[in-house]
C-alpha cells in the first residue's frame, strides 16, 4: 500500500509539475506574441510616420517649387513690364489677345497669332490651338483657316520640306523654324499635337482641305545657326 501511495503521490507531483510547465510554456508564448504584435505595432506606427515624414517633405518642395515658380513668374511679369515699351504689333485684334506673328515668304503670309481658337476667332486670324506659348520649347500648333489670302493658311499646301517660317513674340524677339514634313490625315488624327520634341521647339500649322474632309499639316523645328 505504501509503495503504491508513493507512485500515486509521485505521478500526482509529475502531472501537476507538467501542469505548471505547460503553463509557463503558454504564458512564455503569449508573452512572445504580444512582444511581436508590439513590435508589428511599433513598426505600423514607423511606417506611418514615415509617410507622414515623406508627405509633409513633398508638400513643402510643392511650397518651394511653387514659390520658386511665383518669384519666376514675378520676375517674368517685371520683365514683361519693362519690355512692354518695344512691342510693335497689336495687343489684340477684335477682342482677342494677340501672342505673336507668323511670317512664311514663300507665300508672302504675314499674320498674327490670337491666344484662343473658336469659331468668331477663326474668322479674325489665325490661332494658337494647343502647346506652349510662343518661343517656349515645345510643339505650338497653329490652327487657320484655308482662306485665300496672306493672313489665313489657304497657301500652306503649297510648303515643302526647306522653307521657312519666322515665329515672332510681342516683344519683338523672332525665331525661324525650317520644315521637316508636310501631310494630309483624318480630322479625328490628333498625333500632330504631340508634345514630345526631345526639348526643341516646333511649329504645326494646321488647315483643312475643302470641304474639311482632311486636315493639311505643316511641321517646322528650330534652325540652329
Known amino acids: 500500500m505504501k509503495v503504491k501511495f508513493a507512485c500515486f503521490k509521485l505521478s500526482k507531483t509529475i502531472i501537476i509539475l507538467n501542469i505548471i510547465i505547460f503553463l509557463q510554456v503558454i504564458f512564455i508564448v503569449v508573452g512572445i ?7 508589428n505595432f511599433e513598426q505600423i ?8 515624414n515623406t508627405v509633409q517633405i513633398q508638400e513643402e ?5 511653387n514659390e520658386i515658380t511665383n518669384t519666376i513668374k514675378n520676375s517674368e511679369r517685371k520683365s514683361e513690364t519693362k519690355l512692354e515699351e518695344y512691342k510693335n504689333m497689336p495687343k489684340e485684334l477684335k477682342g482677342y489677345k494677340v501672342i505673336g506673328k507668323l511670317e512664311i515668304p514663300k507665300i508672302e503670309l504675314s499674320s498674327y497669332i490670337l491666344s484662343e481658337t473658336n469659331t468668331k476667332s477663326l474668322k479674325v486670324s489665325i490661332t494658337k490651338l494647343y502647346g506652349p506659348e510662343v518661343g517656349n520649347v515645345g510643339n505650338l500648333c497653329i490652327a487657320g483657316h484655308n482662306y485665300r489670302n496672306n493672313k489665313m ?40 499635337l504631340n508634345q514630345e520634341t526631345g526639348g526643341d521647339r516646333e511649329l504645326t500649322l494646321i488647315t483643312c482641305t475643302a470641304g474639311a474632309i482632311q486636315r493639311v499639316i505643316v511641321k517646322a523645328i528650330e534652325i540652329y545657326d
Open 33 to 39: 506574441i504580444k512582444i511581436r504584435e508590439e513590435r
Open 45 to 52: 506606427k514607423n511606417d506611418v510616420k514615415n509617410m507622414e
Open 61 to 65: 518642395k510643392e511650397e518651394t517649387k
Open 153 to 192: 493658311f489657304g497657301g500652306i499646301k503649297k510648303l515643302e520640306i526647306g522653307d521657312e517660317i519666322i515665329l515672332t513674340d510681342t516683344f519683338d524677339r523672332s525665331i525661324r523654324y525650317q520644315v521637316y514634313d508636310t501631310y494630309k490625315t483624318s480630322p479625328k488624327d490628333v498625333s500632330c
